[in-house]
C-alpha cells in the first residue's frame, strides 16, 4: 500500500498503467483523465484505447458531444477491438472504418436493418485485419456475408444473434444468410447462429463451404 502521493508518481509508467487500465474508457474521458497531469499522460497513451466499448458511451447521459468519437481519436490508428451499440451507429461505423485499419474485433449491435447493413457492408471494406465479427439484429442482409468474405480474408469466429420469431418465411431468409456463409466464408473456424431457424440445405451449404469449420452453433 502507497505511503503518501509522492509513492505513486514514482511507480514505472508500466505499473501505473495497469492500474489506470481498470478505468472505464468513458470516465476516463469525462472525469479521470481532469485529477492530475501524470494521470493524463497514462490515459493518452494509445495502447490503453486499443481496445473500446462504445455502447456505453450513451448520447443520452452527459457525455460530451463526439466524446465516443474522440475515443477512436485516442487510439491514433491502434484500435484493434470495438464494440458498437448507439443511434448514431451508422456515423460511427464510418469513422472507425476510416481510422482503424488494424481492427481485428467488430462486435455491431442493433435493432433495425437496411441503412445498417449498408453501412457495414461499406465499413468491412477497410478492415483487412479482421478476425471476430458479432452481430446482432433483427435484420441482416447476405451482402455483409458477401464483403466479409471479399475484403476479410482473415476473418475465423462470425457470431450472428437475429432477435425474432423463427417462421417459415424466415427459415428462408436465414437459409439465404447460410448459403451466402457458405458460399464467401470458406477460411471461418467458428460459426454461431443464434436465433437463426436455417433448414438441412443451408447447412450443408455451410459444411461443405466452410471446411475449416471447428465449432458450429
Not at 490515459?43 to 468519437?69: E, G, H, Q, T, V
Request: hydrophobic letters at 40%; glycine letters at 4%; a positive charge.
Amino acid at each position: 500500500m502507497m505511503s503518501s502521493t509522492t509513492d505513486w508518481f514514482n511507480l514505472p509508467f508500466e505499473l501505473k498503467f495497469k492500474i489506470l487500465d481498470r478505468v472505464g474508457r468513458r470516465d476516463i474521458l469525462v472525469n479521470a483523465q481532469n485529477v492530475c497531469t501524470d494521470w493524463y499522460k497514462v490515459f493518452k497513451d494509445p495502447l490503453m484505447w486499443r481496445s473500446i466499448n462504445l455502447s456505453r458511451f450513451s448520447l443520452y447521459d452527459d457525455s460530451p458531444p463526439n466524446i465516443a468519437k474522440h475515443a477512436v481519436d485516442r487510439s491514433q490508428g491502434q484500435l484493434v477491438n470495438v464494440v458498437i451499440s448507439t443511434f448514431k451507429i451508422i456515423e460511427l461505423l464510418r469513422y472507425v472504418a476510416d481510422r482503424s485499419s488494424q481492427l481485428r474485433r467488430l462486435e455491431v449491435l442493433f435493432m433495425f436493418g437496411e441503412y445498417v447493413n449498408k453501412a457495414l457492408a461499406e465499413a468491412l471494406v477497410k478492415f483487412p485485419l479482421l478476425e471476430v465479427l458479432v452481430v446482432s439484429t433483427k435484420y441482416f442482409s447476405s451482402t455483409v456475408i458477401k464483403n466479409a468474405g471479399r475484403y476479410c480474408p482473415s476473418l475465423q469466429k462470425l457470431v450472428v444473434n437475429r432477435t425474432f420469431y423463427v417462421s417459415k418465411s424466415r427459415v428462408r431468409l436465414n437459409n439465404r444468410i447460410a448459403i451466402a456463409i457458405g458460399e464467401n466464408l470458406h477460411e471461418l473456424r467458428h460459426l454461431k447462429l443464434e436465433c437463426n431457424g436455417i433448414s438441412n440445405i443451408g447447412l450443408k451449404v455451410v459444411m461443405d463451404g466452410c471446411r475449416h469449420l471447428k465449432s458450429l452453433k
